[in-house]
């Protein structure tokens, strides 16, 4: 019996005949299925855009008539019957993947943790790439039946929006969250109070509640510090993600690793296995090694029965980007729990001992390193990066021997396909092709998809992209008194015909997104021609402590602003999960110009391929495997340089020749009648090829048989 139960604070007033479009709303299921979106949107388009697609405010602000209206009209009952048939026969489906293959052995239960988690523009509980590749691993998790749990944080702040100054400047603005708008419910005890844990942190005891998220089969649990026992400065610890102050994030991170243990705990979950993804969480390896210790272990046994347990997913290529606190700190924060683990000083520190220039440190990458059994990489080339980042935990060892294998990020198929292109590889695939998504042979049938066809959908999500463009930036102009310049840098002059680029991420100075505008002269003679025309889309945040990644922004946006780009450069503020599925799935070409090796995987481009748009990329990360020379462009090679300035000369000389003499010809030659053959050909090529290998299908699975599953199957 479980001492907890769960209940969505659903008191939406709804028709009895469609009632259940309260409990879709509180099932993010609902955001990989278009069907079920276009039930809300066919209710009231207006209201569902301005309620930035979020069901809940939706169904609450939605006009009686208008619910009355669609309760009586047999075509809407119709999709609504066939979405919530859908919809049960997913929550009950035993038939799934994780059953037919592993299903014989006991039921076991996989942990995972991480600290952001992208599953949705109205859940701003994730900062990027690593966010996002959470949130599609629980997606998929659920897909394929995988007995998984996660666990995060609830921000009450979530991730800033941005907004840019006519100057260029990121100004970082931060809204509290209303929980009761957000698909999130509290895991309330048997007298209704929402259930807590707490952890200690220095002369205090914090507590944190625990919150709800259903993603399909698969629920997800969020801590929060803001509860009322905490101090005020305690409620806000949980507030922000990334805090660049070391007590903050270290009290963050002792509330994740040790406060997720404990709510799994509470909740009567026993995990077979557990996941760190990225080193945030490592001081979950601790809390359950101290659990070893209080049962009667030694800490040597329970260092052993904990790493059997245990998988730990790197994903930073850079020494700096990993998390490191000094040795104070660690005094400060662990004095007392050393003693529980049994263990002194020096070798609690031993556990994460790193020897850097000034002195040591205490390395969350090395304490994960340490206490997992199977350990990963995010790409072939980011796997060999990483055996000779950490090569020294190993000395007896050459780097290639060292324990870190890679399995490659992919990207959740159904949040990130346009609902066309759905309807179109459904006819052209098979109808039940979303069972097969990895199945490379399944993609042969895209080159039967008449070349008509495709275009017309490519053509009609370019549409929409500028046309949603210009909705935004008239809203800025109506509502936030911008500069008639910031008009066109919202890119109010794009041409829906015209061959256009996208460049969309986190502004960090690694990824180079002044790259392209390093021969400026170059570029507008480029973009400029008269028969054929280039737009450049930008948009990124970069984080609010990080000056550099600021002052590219700004740099860009400057460039973006000058009369000679003919409008044609555009800075898209306030990248997000909404604004990446327009990018993603409007544009020609997707750009990616990280300093090679520095992008240890990348999925943005996986999303733009799934969608027939062309990559145009570094070899690095997830690219350097996906690209086979017929399927999107390479810039530069595979050349290791020592000097980044000679390095970005190579890397800009080798993108505008390919620009030049490659990608625009290519896109504007129409000479076998109105469609570019050979860019369509190129198109197929991609989706065929990226499509089922860089799924998230393809890496779950791999997830489940290299990694978890072994460690379940040796116990
Ligand atoms: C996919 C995605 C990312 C990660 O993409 P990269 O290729 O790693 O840059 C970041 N932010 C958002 C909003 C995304 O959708």
Redesign the pocket.
């Known amino acids: 019996m479980k001492n907890y139960h769960i209940e969505p604070p659903n008191h939406f007033s709804l028709p009895r005949r469609i009632r259940r479009l309260g409990e879709l709303a509180y099932n993010l299921w609902w955001t990989w299925n278009p069907d079920v979106q276009r039930l809300f949107k066919r209710i009231d388009i207006d209201l569902w855009e301005q309620t930035n697609h979020n069901p809940i405010r939706f169904l609450r602000q939605v006009e009686l008539p208008k619910l009355n209206a669609v309760a009586h009209d047999s075509y809407y009952l119709d999709f609504y019957d066939r979405a919530i048939l859908a919809f049960t026969r997913y929550m009950n489906n035993d038939n799934t993947w994780y059953k037919r293959n592993h299903g014989q052995s006991q039921e076991e239960l996989i942990a995972y943790f991480s600290t952001e988690f992208?599953l949705h523009e109205t859940l701003p509980i994730?900062?990027?790439?690593l966010?996002?590749?959470s949130g599609d691993h629980v997606k998929e998790a659920s897909d394929l039946g995988l007995p998984l749990v996660a666990i995060g944080f609830l921000y009450t702040r979530g991730y800033f929006t941005q907004k840019i100054s006519e100057d260029g400047w990121q100004e970082a603005h931060y809204v509290r969250l209303k929980f009761d708008e957000l698909p999130v419910s509290p895991v309330l005890d048997e007298n209704d109070s929402q259930l807590t844990v707490s952890v200690n942190l220095p002369g205090r005891s914090v507590k944190a509640c625990i919150w709800q998220i259903q993603v399909g089969r698969t629920p997800l649990y969020l801590l929060d510090s803001d509860v009322e026992d905490n101090t005020p400065e305690d409620r806000e610890l949980t507030a922000r993600l990334y805090s660049s102050d070391l007590d903050l994030r270290i009290s963050q991170e002792i509330v994740l690793g040790i406060g997720g243990v404990r709510a799994l705990r509470k909740l009567g979950y026993n995990p077979g296995v557990w996941h760190m993804n990225e080193g945030h969480s490592a001081f979950m390896a601790l809390e359950r090694a101290r659990e070893f210790v209080k049962a009667g272990h030694t800490f040597e046994k329970a260092k052993e029965l904990v790493k059997k347990e245990t998988v730990f997913t790197t994903h930073t290529p850079v020494p700096a980007g990993n998390d490191e606190f000094p040795l104070w700190l660690i005094d400060k924060y662990f004095s007392d729990y050393m003693s529980e683990l049994s263990l002194n000083r020096e070798e609690f520190i031993d556990l994460a001992r790193h020897k850097v220039s000034w002195g040591e440190t205490f390395g969350m990458s090395i304490l994960a390193m340490h206490l997992s059994e199977l350990r990963n990489g995010v790409s072939e080339l980011h796997g060999q990066v990483a055996r000779e980042m950490w090569n020294f935990l190993w000395p007896d060892r050459k780097a290639e021997e060292v324990p870190i294998t890679h399995i490659t990020n992919g990207?959740h198929t159904g949040t990130?396909l346009a609902r066309r292109l759905r309807h179109l590889y459904g006819r052209y695939l098979g109808r039940d092709w979303l069972e097969h998504i990895d199945n490379q042979e399944m993609w042969e049938a895209i080159d039967n998809i008449p070349d008509e066809e495709l275009w017309a959908v490519r053509r009609h999500l370019k549409r929409k992209l500028v046309f949603y463009m210009r909705e935004r930036a008239r809203e800025q102009w109506l509502y936030d008194g911008v500069h008639p310049v910031q008009v066109v840098a919202a890119g109010t002059l794009l041409n829906p015909y015209t061959l256009t680029i996208g460049f969309?991420?986190?502004f960090a100075t690694y990824?180079r997104a002044d790259l392209i505008l390093s021969d400026f002269n170059r570029l507008l003679e480029l973009i400029n021609r008269p028969n054929r025309p280039v737009q450049i889309i930008f948009a990124?945040k970069s984080h609010p402590d990080d000056n550099p990644g600021k002052l590219l922004i700004q740099k860009v946006y400057r460039m973006v602003k000058k009369a000679e780009t003919g409008g044609r450069l555009v800075f898209l503020e306030d990248?997000?999960?909404n604004?990446?599925?327009y990018l993603?799935q409007g544009v020609d070409v997707w750009l990616?110009t990280p300093r090679r090796p520095n992008?240890a995987?990348?999925?943005?481009?996986?999303?733009a391929a799934l969608n027939g748009v062309l990559n145009f990329s570094v070899l690095d990360?997830w690219w350097r495997e996906g690209y086979n020379g017929h399927n999107g462009w390479a810039i530069g090679d595979e050349t290791d340089y020592e000097n980044h300035d000679l390095q970005d000369q190579m890397d800009a000389e080798s993108l505008y020749n390919t620009l030049e003499n490659e990608i625009i010809p290519l896109y504007y030659d129409r000479s076998s009648g109105n469609l570019p053959v050979e860019w369509i050909a190129r198109m197929k090529e991609s989706i065929r090829t990226l499509a089922p290998q860089f799924s998230m299908r393809r890496m779950i699975k791999d997830y489940a048989n290299d990694l978890y599953f072994p460690l379940i199957d040796k116990k």
């Open positions: 992208g994730y900062a990027g790439g966010g996002i590749l990207i990130w969309a991420r986190r990824k990124g990248y997000d999960m604004l990446a599925r993603v990616n992008e995987s990348g999925t943005s481009g996986e999303k990360g």
